[in-house]
């Protein structure tokens, strides 16, 4: 089993319930769950009501890829 380096984070617009299109994942390298939410929740380019979710634990080798990604 490999050790959590980070989370995958899944960031959706307020009312795109059905529409995974507007859907951003992000990588972000910190090991605890909360933290890596409230990392992503915190961002600059945050607005209001959107929803944030933690997809999945990453190991170390994954985290050397792209950050920001949309589908």
Do not use: C, H, K
């Not at 939410?37 to 915190?42: G, S, T, Y």
């Amino acid at each position: 089993m490999t050790s959590i380096a980070g989370w995958r984070i899944q960031i959706t617009p307020q009312y795109a319930f059905s529409d995974l299109s507007a859907s951003m994942f992000m990588n972000v390298e910190i090991a605890d769950e909360a933290g890596a939410v409230a990392f992503a929740r915190n961002r600059t380019d945050a607005v209001p009501g959107e929803r944030i979710y933690a997809v999945r634990p990453l190991a170390a080798e994954e985290l050397g890829r792209s950050t920001v990604t949309g589908l």
